[in-house]
Structure formats: structure tokens, C-alpha cells
């Protein structure tokens, strides 16, 4: 089994709102990503947790804002978002960051901003 | 700056044909070159390649990695029309993260 889960789907907020979306894996990975993807681009690395801490954040604006509760579940929390921030937000596992694993990746929240 | 370029940015072809993705990479504390394919939603997994020379193979596809050259090849042979992707590699750093850089995509089109 190599699935990662995201809720939800779709998510249409103004930019006044507080929303999270929600990662989740069952497969003991103890690595999880969050990656935004604007149309017709590769992905974009946002923030790693490494052992449910968080191990990287890559210059994010503080609008967004990650949490890992516990080892299976990873939250993207979003406030004040901006029209720019529309994009498909991935979440990815892999089995150990310190060693060489592929990432899995959830199919997505396709977010958008109005 | 880690640096991933992949070409062509494109590509049409017909079923049957074989075709040929390249992916050069400069990535600092270069640990692993992977491949996904992306349709509509998130990437898939098809490879990852640490040693170099040694060919990867899944039915219709198969990838190498040049680490000398600092570059990998995805093949895929006898295309079909489910083939029609974008196709990403991505450099693998060894650091704390195991974080990826991701390359700008070749978009593939299988015409019946």
C-alpha cells in the first residue's frame, strides 16, 4: 500500500478565511512534505517534517502555516491567503529522511483564492 | 544554485514509437535521481536511480543514470496513448529531508 490521502479535493476560500487541508499515510513513513504546483509547473517544495518535526521550511509566508499531530496525519493551516496562492497543494511521504526513499505523493487539493 | 533541466519540453508521437526524456541535474549533495509521471493529479512513482549504469526496467519503460556526465534518460518503447503524461525527474539531496528539486517536465503526447 502506498497511499496518501488529502482532504479535501477542492477548496474555495476568500481571502478573509481560516481553512487547513489534511494529509494522511498508514505506511509508518516518518518523512512528509508539503509541495505547492502552479498550472504547467513542477512542484515546489514548501516545508519537510522529519520525525514529526518540522526540518525545513523553504521561505514560506507565514499565511500558511504546517503541523504534523502525530506521525501518520500532516495539516496545512491557511490564513489571509492572496489570489496568488491558488494552486494545487501536494503532500508527499517517504519511509525515512534520512536515508534514500522515494516520495509518495496525495492526489492533491486544488485550491483556489477569490 | 541545484539545478534540474529536462528536455524535450514536448513531445508528439504515435503509437508505437519509441521515445527518449533526458534530465541533466546539478544537485548539491546529489543522493538519488527519481522519475514520476503526472497526469491529472498527483505524480506517480516510476523510478529511482542511485548508482550509475545500472538500467531500471518496468514492462515498456526503463531509466539509467550517468553520474559522471550528471545525467539520466527515461525510454519508453512501443508507446500507447495512456503514456500521455508529463514526465518529472527530480534530483534527491542527502540532507535532512531527503528533499527533492524537480525538473520543469517533458509534456508527452501519444497519438492513436
Known amino acids: 500500500d502506498t497511499e496518501v490521502t488529502q482532504t479535501p479535493k477542492h477548496l474555495v476560500m476568500g481571502m478573509t478565511n481560516k481553512k487547513s487541508l489534511k494529509c494522511e499515510q498508514h505506511?509508518?513513513?516518518?518523512?512528509m512534505y508539503w509541495y505547492k504546483q502552479k498550472a504547467k509547473k513542477p512542484p515546489e517544495l514548501m516545508f519537510v517534517?522529519?520525525?514529526?518535526?518540522?526540518?525545513i521550511n523553504e521561505s514560506v509566508p507565514s499565511r500558511f502555516s504546517p503541523e504534523c499531530p502525530n506521525s501518520s496525519l500532516l495539516n496545512l493551516h491557511l490564513h489571509a491567503l492572496q489570489p496568488e496562492d491558488s494552486a494545487l497543494y501536494l503532500c508527499a511521504s517517504s519511509r525515512d529522511p534520512g536515508l534514500t526513499y522515494e516520495q509518495y505523493f496525495g492526489p492533491g487539493t486544488r485550491l483556489t483564492v477569490t | 544554485e541545484d539545478k534540474v533541466v529536462q528536455s524535450p519540453l514536448s513531445l508528439v508521437v504515435h503509437e508505437g514509437d519509441t521515445v527518449t526524456l533526458n534530465c541533466s541535474y546539478e544537485?548539491?549533495?546529489?543522493?538519488?535521481l527519481l522519475w514520476y509521471k503526472q497526469e491529472k493529479k498527483a505524480p506517480t512513482f516510476l523510478f529511482m536511480l542511485t548508482s550509475s549504469g545500472i538500467e531500471k526496467k518496468s514492462g515498456r519503460l526503463s531509466s539509467i543514470l550517468d553520474k559522471k556526465e550528471l545525467f539520466s534518460i527515461l525510454n519508453i518503447t512501443a508507446t500507447q496513448t495512456g503514456d500521455s503524461a508529463v514526465y518529472l525527474c527530480a534530483g534527491g539531496m542527502d540532507n535532512a529531508g531527503n528533499m527533492l528539486t524537480f525538473g520543469g517536465g517533458t509534456r508527452l503526447m501519444v497519438k492513436p
Open positions: 505506511m509508518g513513513h516518518r518523512a
Open positions: 544537485v548539491t549533495n546529489f543522493r538519488s
Open positions: 517534517y522529519s520525525y514529526e518535526k518540522l526540518s
